[in-house]
């Protein structure tokens, strides 16, 4: 049987009157709305939204290249300039070469008693103007495996009494010892560096110390949120620690990593700064600040110094390297001349192409490119 239906009607999804349907009544007319898939007529759905659809040419892709290359090489000069006026001085002192003053001290243990020390004089070339921050490097030191970086639990850094003594099973095999609960638990923890560093100043032959600060290395929201002590008398970090036992690696327990109480205990600062994994092998973790006293004076001035070591830290068995360096740093952060390089070479590269691209626009951008066609 034929249905006809006008025109309007298909548009719409269904004739005005009803079809009969095989074993059911009537579809549309009065036996209720049509199904369809004809999508809502809006601007969105018809896609009929504005658009702009950019036409690149040559009077727009030219200057682009042009900006763009002007704006990143000074940048980049910039930015490699400052980065190499950044004063740095690094010391390996593993002691792997034999006429190493810390070769003796290569097959240390953690428990060594007592702790190996050697002297290495280094002579500063230059003077360091600045505040100058010391660091310690380690090298084949793989903070990010995954399961050394799993090892810790957070809720007991940060001071929950149930978790002091019942710590994460993500802590093992540094879990307990001894029937013990270990604070702090893990890996990180129980692999932290603990090589002590001292510098000296030689002037005529006499050794003069240098202030070392060992606050306000470890970012704000550690040692103020992240970290903090069991609840519970503040100043008696003995008795708040009272049913644990120290890591194993380590010499003595948590609460005397310190004598002064606000960087005792899980907020010591050294403890803090071991505890933020790096991300590469080769690394360095903020030791100590050398703060400049005199604008007079500069804080390193060029000459002669001598480096005393506690080597407590054995690296030999991994085939670790261990530095200790000395820097100051601008308003970039510390020497790192990869960023200035990027950008000159970015800006270079389109500056170049600029050129290449104008060339070839001038020699055949006014070609007549229709092509007469033969009759």
Not at 76 to 96: A, M
Not at 100 to 112: A, E, I, M, Y
Not at 239 to 249: C, D, E, I, R, S
Request: glycine letters at 8%.
């Amino acid at each position: 049987m034929a249905v006809n239906y006008s025109a309007k009607e298909e548009a719409d999804g269904h004739p005005s009157g009803g079809v009969g349907v095989p074993g059911g009544g009537a579809v549309g007319g009065g036996g209720g709305a049509v199904k369809t898939r004809k999508p809502d007529n809006t601007a969105f759905k018809q896609q009929r939204l504005p658009a702009w659809q950019p036409i690149l040419t040559a009077g727009t892709v030219l200057p682009a290249f042009f900006i763009i290359g002007l704006i990143f090489i000074p940048i980049g000069i910039g930015i490699f300039v400052t980065s190499n006026n950044i004063r740095e001085y690094e010391i390996d002192y593993t002691g792997t070469e034999p006429s190493s003053p810390c070769n003796k001290c290569l097959n240390v243990s953690w428990d060594s008693t007592p702790p190996c020390t050697c002297t290495i004089n280094f002579t500063l070339e230059h003077s360091f103007e600045s505040n100058v921050f010391m660091y310690y490097g380690l090298s084949n030191f793989y903070q990010n495996h995954r399961r050394y970086v799993k090892s810790r639990d957070d809720s007991q850094l940060n001071g929950d009494n149930s978790s002091l003594l019942n710590p994460s099973k993500e802590c093992e095999p540094y879990r307990t010892n001894e029937d013990k609960p270990i604070a702090p638990c893990g890996a990180i923890a129980n692999s932290m560096f603990n090589d002590t560093l001292e510098l000296y100043r030689i002037d005529n032959d006499t050794r003069i110390p240098i202030p070392l600060i060992k606050k306000g290395i470890a970012w704000w929201t550690d040692k103020n949120v992240k970290f903090r002590n069991p609840t519970g008398d503040g100043n008696n970090l003995t008795a708040l620690f009272q049913g644990t036992t120290k890591p194993v690696n380590w010499p003595k327990p948590v609460y005397m990593l310190d004598s002064e109480p606000d960087n005792n205990g899980f907020i010591n600062e050294d403890f803090i700064v071991w505890m933020r994994t790096a991300a590469l092998p080769t690394f360095r973790k903020l030791y100590r600040l050398i703060e400049r006293k005199n604008n007079l004076h500069p804080t390193l001035q060029a000459g002669k110094y001598s480096l005393v070591i506690a080597y407590n830290y054995p690296v030999h068995s991994f085939d670790g390297r261990k530095r200790m360096i000395l820097s100051t740093i601008s308003w970039m952060g510390g020497k790192n001349p990869f960023l200035g390089i990027a950008y000159i070479t970015v800006g270079s590269i389109c500056f170049f192409l600029g050129v290449v691209l104008l060339i070839i626009h001038h020699k055949y951008g006014n070609r007549n490119t229709s092509a007469d066609i033969p009759n």
